[in-house]
């Protein structure tokens, strides 16, 4: 047991290759951000940051090469801030629909609406749907 | 307890083995980052939920950081990640004075970071553009620019506190790598903290293009 | 003389250092205990407070002011300082170790720096009490709690104290239960109650942080105003349930999950019968840990989130029942045609069965968008939480106490003793909180001093219930005390249990099994194995 288990020791080359890919990646963001995108700015940004952040965690903190648990562990930590943040905007981002909805029948097919042809505010109010 | 190869001197008495001991100190670590993680996942779904409400605000509000100062201590910040690799590195090949020299590094980089980071917060308090309630910039375009403050400082503050935490930890592997307590056997504490390490560069990693590039 | 009793972990070492700085589980366990039962109390005696307010409207025994110190205080105490900790650390931190048959938790020094936190969270909280008590409610709601000027800052501070020692139970726990399983013991030979206190490990790892940063968030609003869940900042107040929430719904399941695991042990012991649908209930809390996350907002209906939350929220609400269904079925099956008798634990266990059933199902209930808007504030949530927490936590905290206590003490109570406080906390729980039921689907507001005259019979009614169990729980003191110092010594294994802490002997020795168990049998195989009581 303890035999598989033994340290995978990286070239201090992978350490500075994996550093010096962290530096080009920064660069590469910081230039970016100088263009305007519009709305691609931050998904770059957040994109480029996640690929940092992956090679820091695979290499730097040998997520690679360890306990796949640990990797788990990670990526449940990333999921559920995530989950944290979806389920919170299905609430911040969606408050103003209350104010949209118009009252219309409930049930518009009902037979107690047929029987009012001329009532002129129904049709228009069901017109606009 | 004699400091037998079966039985080692930092073997507890309810572990097998000593690679059943440091599996789980990793594990439990794991954990424990998995909490920071969490806790930092409030700040961002209030940076989140914040930037959405008021995008303009938070554009404007962010030109105010410096850009170049953020991307020198993100070079910082990566650079001490680096040095903390190796000193573990240092201590898998055997290389205690080596390992002792790169956690110096990671020191000094840690404390250059926090020079950097203090003339950044002096300039801000300078200019009044602080969090809450002591906002009193007037120069950010768009509503309650104070929220981005807030947000900017609670967040680099919980960080810059990980950070010096950090240190004192790193300070303490340091004296105990010189005192020779570390070899290639026995080297689980530098390795945690090493692991806390990055994370609080992970962090960083995602902190300074959320405030410092797109706000 | 008691031999075991001499040379076990309440003996050895002796003197009061060797116990203020032990690492032994079982000590840190047994101090827990002391600690929570003692804030048992003090929430008692702020409930019973409570009721005596209420005995009739208008002004009884305090100020409408005093009045909402006392239930936010009887609240905060009874969640943060009582109920979280309750089973995983005490009752857990005693019996994990050697369910699973090893010779400690993962990380002592962390076990002990856990109960080192929650005495000063405790403290931080008594010193609030004592500086101007809060009256928010336990829920520190803003923008209420940004304005009051009662000390909400020392108690949220205190909370915040108290999470990290939750969190480091958690941790400990999930190592452990990795880790240090007994040569054998698979993950589905391990005892229900482990699969219980793992599940509720993940919570408190998960949840807990967010917490913390909330909180740290409330008292950065208080002092800077910092505009993120203040309105007049700026902020939002809604965003503040969200993050509280996001913890608190999880964290409900961290008190229930260990209890089903308790309930899960008992009720096998009693029954005689191996345990029904093992990996049923065994997945089962996963499930609930995991969808205990994706429900917060069910607690937001009327607060103003958006109507696709709550349409949302409310469906996932309903998920929730089918695992806790699950475990009750196979409870209920478990049952059948078992040889049942009727001790002390197995009275409490049933009380659980028929008290959360009916919290679990007033809880779907309210988890009805359309039913919750007239429910909610209501004392149907009241009665809704009391008969989960109480009825279902509290119920299974007892039994599991009732059932381990020759373990951890060396002693037998008094039988008879036992099933009449038994009998009275049953009683009285239900006169008191099923009669919340009826005022709350009436209308009867939940956090009022005052009320309609028409309320009062049925409020007076819940005030003697309460004395009843407050009777109860005296019986309770009286004859658990008396054991500790004339109670018959139980022998290795009492009920006839076939989990490992019935192996060693009770109290078990400092380092819990001589030799490490091989374990080969599951941990209900009563069709198997024949074992005898002593
Ligand atoms: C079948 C599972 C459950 C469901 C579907 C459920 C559902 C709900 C819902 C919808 C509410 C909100 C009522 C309102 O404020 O309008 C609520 C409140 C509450 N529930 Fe549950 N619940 C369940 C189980 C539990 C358990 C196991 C516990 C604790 C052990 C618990 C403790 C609470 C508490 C403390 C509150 C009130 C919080 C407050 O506002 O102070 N619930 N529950
Ligand atoms: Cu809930």
Not at chain 1, 81 to 107: C, G, H, N, Q, S
Not at chain 2, 23 to 47: N, P, Q, R, V
Not at chain 2, 72 to 99: D, E, H, P, W, Y
Not at chain 3, 275 to 300: E, K, Q, R
Request: hydrophobic share 50%.
């Amino acid at each position: 047991m303890s035999e598989q288990h033994k340290e995978h020791i990286l070239p201090i080359k992978a350490y500075l290759g994996v550093a010096g890919a962290l530096f080009i990646l920064t660069m590469v963001t910081v230039a970016v951000s100088y263009i305007n995108l519009g709305g691609w700015n931050a998904v770059v940004a957040v994109s480029i940051a996640s690929f940092k952040v992956s090679l820091v965690a695979l290499f730097f903190m040998h997520l690679k090469y360890d306990n796949k648990i640990n990797l788990f562990i990670f990526l449940i930590g990333i999921s559920f801030v995530t989950l944290f943040i979806i389920f919170t905007m299905f609430d911040t981002l969606r408050r103003a629909d209350i104010y949209e909805i118009k009252a219309k029948p409930i049930k518009e097919k009902a037979h107690i609406y047929e029987r009012a042809p001329d009532d002129s505010t129904q049709q228009s109010d069901a017109a606009q749907h | 307890m004699a400091n037998t190869p079966s039985h080692p001197f930092y073997l507890q008495h309810h572990f097998s083995d000593a690679q059943q001991q440091k599996d789980s100190a990793k594990f439990g670590m794991w954990i424990f980052l998995l909490t920071e993680i969490l806790l930092f996942g409030g700040l961002f779904c209030a940076y989140a939920v914040f930037r959405a409400w008021n995008h303009e605000m938070f554009y404007n509000a962010h030109l105010a950081l410096d850009r170049v100062l953020g991307t020198i201590n993100t070079f910082i910040l990566i650079t001490s990640s680096l040095t903390m690799a190796l000193a573990i590195r240092g201590l898998q090949v055997n290389k205690a004075r080596q390992a002792a020299l790169y956690l110096g590094a990671t020191l000094v980089f840690a404390a250059i970071f926090l020079v950097i980071k203090y003339f950044e917060y002096e300039h801000k308090i300078h200019l009044g553009q602080l969090p809450g309630k002591y906002y009193t910039y007037t120069g950010v375009a768009g509503t309650n620019p104070h929220i981005f403050f807030s947000i900017y400082f609670v967040m680099t503050g919980l960080h810059g506190l990980h950070i010096v935490g950090g240190m004192i930890v790193i300070a303490m592997m340091l004296v105990n790598t010189l005192r020779g307590k570390y070899s290639n056997e026995y080297y689980t504490p530098v390795e945690l903290i090493g692991l806390y390490w990055h994370l609080v560069d992970l962090i960083w990693i995602y902190l300074f293009p959320f405030l410092y590039l797109i706000g | 003389m008691n031999a075991a009793l001499e040379q076990s972990y309440l003996k050895n070492p002796k003197g009061l250092t060797s116990w203020l700085f032990t690492r032994d589980h079982k000590r840190i366990g047994l101090m827990y205990l002391y600690a929570i039962m003692f804030f048992f109390f003090l929430g008692g005696v702020f409930a019973l407070l409570i009721r005596l307010e209420l005995l009739s409207p208008g002004k009884t025994i305090m100020s409408a002011d005093q009045y909402n110190q006392a239930f936010t205080l009887h609240g905060a105490i009874m969640i943060f300082l009582f109920i979280i900790p309750a089973i995983p650390a005490a009752l857990g931190n005693f019996i994990l170790p050697l369910l699973i048959g090893a010779r400690d938790v993962a990380f002592p020094k962390l076990n002990l720096a856990s109960f080192y936190i929650y005495v000063a969270g405790a403290l931080f909280a008594i010193y609030s009490i004592i500086t101007g008590a809060v009256d928010t409610g336990w829920t520190f709601y803003t923008p209420y709690s940004t304005e009051s000027t009662t000390s909400v800052i020392s108690m949220t501070f205190a909370v915040f104290i108290l999470g990290f020692s939750s969190i480091f139970t958690g941790l400990n726990f999930i190592v452990t239960i990795h880790k240090l399983r007994a040569p054998g013991l698979t993950w589905f030979k391990q005892p229900l109650f482990v699969w219980g206190l793992y599940a509720t490990a993940i919570i408190q790892v998960l949840a807990t942080p967010v917490l913390s940063i909330t909180l740290v968030l409330l008292i950065l609003e208080r002092v800077f105003g910092i505009g993120i869940f203040d309105p007049a900042m700026g902020g939002d107040p809604v965003l503040y349930q969200h993050f509280f929430w996001f913890y608190s719904h999880p964290a409900v399941y961290i008190m229930i999950l260990p209890g089903m695991g308790i309930i899960s042990e008992t009720i096998t012991v009693f029954s005689r019968k191996k345990i029904f649908g093992y990996n049923a209930i065994a997945f089962s809390s996963l499930a609930i840990a995991f969808v205990s996350f994706l429900v917060w907002g069910h607690h937001m209906f009327t607060s103003g989130q958006s109507e696709i939350a709550a349409m949302i929220f409310s469906f996932l609400t309903f998920l929730v029942g089918i695992p806790s269904g699950i475990k009750t079925f196979n409870w209920l099956a478990t049952l059948y045609k078992g040889q049942i008798s009727f001790e002390a634990p197995m009275i409490y266990t049933l009380s659980f069965l028929f008290l959360f059933t009916i919290g679990g199902l007033t809880g779907i209930f309210l988890g009805a968008l359309a039913l919750n808007v007239h429910l909610h504030d209501t004392y149907f949530v009241v009665a809704h939480f009391h008969y989960v927490m109480m009825g279902g936590t509290v119920m299974a905290f007892l039994a599991g106490l009732h059932y381990w206590w020759p373990k951890i003490f060396g002693r037998l109570y008094n039988e008879t003793a036992a099933k009449i406080g038994a009998i009275l906390v049953f009683v009285g729980f239900n006169m008191t909180f099923f009669s919340q039921f009826i005022l709350g689907s009436q209308g009867m507001p939940r956090r009022y001093y005052n009320y309609l005259d028409q309320f009062q019979p049925l409020h007076a009614f819940s005030s003697f219930g309460s004395f009843v169990l407050g009777i109860g729980f005296f019986v309770m003191l009286v004859y658990l005390v008396h054991s500790l110092f004339k109670g018959k010594t139980p022998g290795y294994n009492p009920w006839g249990g076939l989990t490992l802490e019935w192996t060693v002997p009770s109290p078990p020795p400092p380092h819990n099994f001589d030799k490490i168990p091989e374990i080969t049998h599951g941990p209900y195989d009563y069709d198997k194995i024949l074992v005898k009581r002593n």
